[in-house]
C-alpha cells in the first residue's frame, strides 16, 4: 500500500521540463486572450514569454507575428513568420503571412514566392490566390490577377466575387494609381505636414485607403529604417472633384522615426486617396531605392 500511495504522489509532481511547457501553454493562451480583446502589445509579451520557454513551438511564433504585423512593426513580423515556417515547413498560413509582411515592406518578389509557395502547399488555398492576385494587381499584371481572383473564388473564399466581376466588366474601372517607387523629394518642407499641402495618392488596385499604407510603406527615415505610423482619423474637408459633392477629406496618420542623430521623433502627415499627383518623399526622408 505504501509504495502504491509513493507512487501516486509521484505522478502528482511535474518534472521542470514538463512544468516549463505547462507554463509556455498558460502564457500561450493568455496571450490569445490578450490579442482577441485587442491587446497586442500585451499579446506580444506573453507569446515572447512562451517562445522562450518552448522556441520550437510554431503557432507561438505565428501569432506573434500576427500581432506584430497588426501593430506595423512588418519587419519584426517577417522575422516571426520565417522562424514559423522553419520550425513548420508545410504550415501554409507561415508563408501566407510571410508574404503579408513581405508586401508591406515592398519586398514583391518576396511576396509573390511566398504566396506561390502557399499554393504548392495547397492549391486549393482561397487566401493565397486573393492575395496574390492582389500582388499581381498592384503590379499592373491584370490577367495574371484576374485568373488568381477566379481561383479564390473557386475555392469558396466570397470576398473574391466583388474582383471577379469587376474582371468581367468590359467598362473601364475608375482610374487606379499604383504606387510602387517613390523617385521625387519635395522641395516643400511642408509638403504632407500640413493640410495645405497633403500627399495626394489616389486610389490603387486595392481602393480605399490601401494607396496610403503603400506610400508610407515606401517611406523610410534617414537612418533608411522603416517608419511606423497610425491612422489618427479624418480632418480638413477641401474642394474636391472626386468627393461626395464637391467635397473630400484628408486623412491624418502619426508617423515614427529616427532622426539623423538616431533620436526616436514624431509626426502628423495629411494624404488623400481622392485625388492623385505623384506623390513625393518628405523632405528629411528616404524611400525603399
Known amino acids: 500500500m505504501k509504495s502504491i500511495i509513493l507512487l501516486s504522489i509521484c505522478c502528482l509532481l511535474l518534472t521542470p521540463a514538463v512544468a516549463q511547457v505547462s507554463e509556455a501553454q498558460k502564457s500561450y493562451e493568455q496571450g490569445l486572450q490578450q490579442a482577441q480583446a485587442g491587446r497586442l502589445d500585451e499579446a506580444i509579451v ?22 506584430k504585423n497588426m501593430l506595423g512593426r512588418h519587419a519584426e513580423a517577417l522575422a516571426d513568420f520565417s522562424q514559423t515556417v522553419k520550425l513548420a515547413p508545410t504550415y501554409k498560413k507561415g508563408y501566407l503571412n510571410r508574404g503579408i509582411a513581405q508586401k508591406r515592406l515592398t519586398n514583391y518578389a518576396g511576396a509573390l514566392a511566398d504566396y506561390s509557395y502557399a499554393l504548392r502547399l495547397d492549391p486549393n488555398y482561397g487566401e493565397a490566390y486573393y492575395n496574390r492576385g492582389m500582388l499581381y494587381e498592384l503590379l499592373s499584371k491584370r490577367d495574371s490577377a484576374c485568373v488568381d481572383y477566379n481561383k479564390a473564388k473557386v475555392a469558396g473564399l466570397k470576398i473574391a466575387q466583388a474582383k471577379v466581376d469587376l474582371c468581367n466588366d468590359p467598362a473601364s474601372p475608375v482610374p487606379t494609381y499604383p504606387i510602387l517607387h517613390l523617385t521625387q523629394i519635395a522641395a516643400d518642407k511642408k509638403y504632407g505636414f500640413t493640410a495645405e499641402k497633403p500627399i495626394l495618392v489616389g486610389k490603387g488596385p486595392e481602393g ?55 533620436q526616436a521623433a514624431k509626426a502628423v502627415v495629411y494624404l488623400s486617396f481622392y485625388d492623385y499627383e505623384e506623390p513625393k518623399i518628405l523632405a528629411g526622408f528616404r524611400s525603399t531605392e
Open 46 to 67: 506573453l507569446f515572447t514569454k512562451s517562445i522562450e520557454l518552448q522556441p520550437n513551438d510554431y503557432y507561438a511564433w505565428y501569432n506573434r507575428g500576427i500581432a
Open 208 to 262: 480605399g485607403p490601401a494607396n496610403q499604407h503603400a506610400y508610407l510603406n515606401l517611406l523610410r527615415d534617414s537612418q533608411g529604417q522603416p517608419v511606423g505610423y497610425k491612422r489618427l482619423g479624418s480632418c480638413c474637408e477641401y474642394k474636391s472633384d472626386n468627393g461626395f459633392l464637391g467635397m473630400a477629406m484628408l486623412d491624418r496618420y502619426e508617423i515614427t522615426y529616427l532622426t539623423s542623430k538616431g
